[in-house]
């Protein structure tokens, strides 16, 4: 009895035997993993070496030194390279010939959306939000010890580490992002407008205490 193939559909587009397995690799294959590593090692190396100083370095100003270093490279490597390669996102600044400054947040659209890997989004967001909250854990620590170099030091990794993520939320968010800023800055000033002229009307008030002068002229 002879045989023959016949396929089910005149476009079959299904996969050929063992291709699934390749298939299923590439999508668990992070796409730029050599990247990942760097995005982690930079993310976590300042806040190792600030926890365990006295361990492997004497002396705060070469810790101080070494970790602004670190956490200098953190910020320029998140800003510039890993959420442009990770997630698809891009946060920059630039003034004009008139001398105003502008900022700028970008974020692919449609088809490319689907070049982000989800694993290396989720590594990129991780450490992103999870690196700052650690550094904020960290602040009462100095603040209630009175150690107040190491203070220093946590605020400015705050600063960079909040920067980074404030940017890149805003390109995450976009509209709404502009939206919830714009509400948040005209509640919060419509709050000091309030309490200024409450302030004002309370001090310019003639005081009600004690008895009217009997000799009036």
């Known amino acids: 009895m002879a045989s023959a193939t016949v396929p089910l559909l005149d476009d ?16 668990n294959k992070l796409r730029h993993p050599y990247v990942t ?37 953190d910020f320029w490597t ?13 946060w920059w600044n630039y003034v004009d010939d008139e001398g105003t400054s502008h900022w ?16 290396e989004a989720g590594i990129f ?18 603040l209630f010890t009175f150690k107040f170099k190491w203070l220093l030091l946590v605020c400015i ?8 993520l404030y940017g890149y939320t805003k390109c995450k968010l976009g509209s709404s992002g502009s939206s919830f800023s714009s509400f948040t800055s005209d509640l919060f000033r ?14 310019s008030q003639p005081p009600t205490t004690g008895s009217p002068p009997t000799n009036v002229v």
Do not use: C
């Open 190 to 203: 419509r709050q000091v407008i309030q309490n200024m002229s409450s302030f004002v009307t309370r001090t």
């Open 104 to 119: 700028v947040f970008e974020s692919r659209k449609g088809d490319q959306q689907n070049r982000i890997h989800p694993s």
């Open 157 to 164: 990794a705050l600063a960079l580490n909040g920067a980074n």
């Open 125 to 142: 967001w991780t450490a992103l939000i999870g690196v700052p909250v650690l550094w904020l854990l960290l602040f009462p620590i100095a």
């Open 78 to 90: 998140v800003k510039n390279i890993t959420g442009r390669l990770m997630v698809g996102l891009r």
């Open 37 to 73: 590593v760097f995005h982690l090692v930079f993310r976590f190396s300042a806040l190792f070496l600030y926890v365990f100083s006295t361990v492997f370095i004497d002396g705060f100003i070469t810790t101080f030194v070494i970790i602004v270093l670190l956490l200098s490279m």
């Open 12 to 27: 079959d587009d299904t996969l050929a035997f063992g291709e699934e397995d390749d298939q299923i690799a590439t999508k």
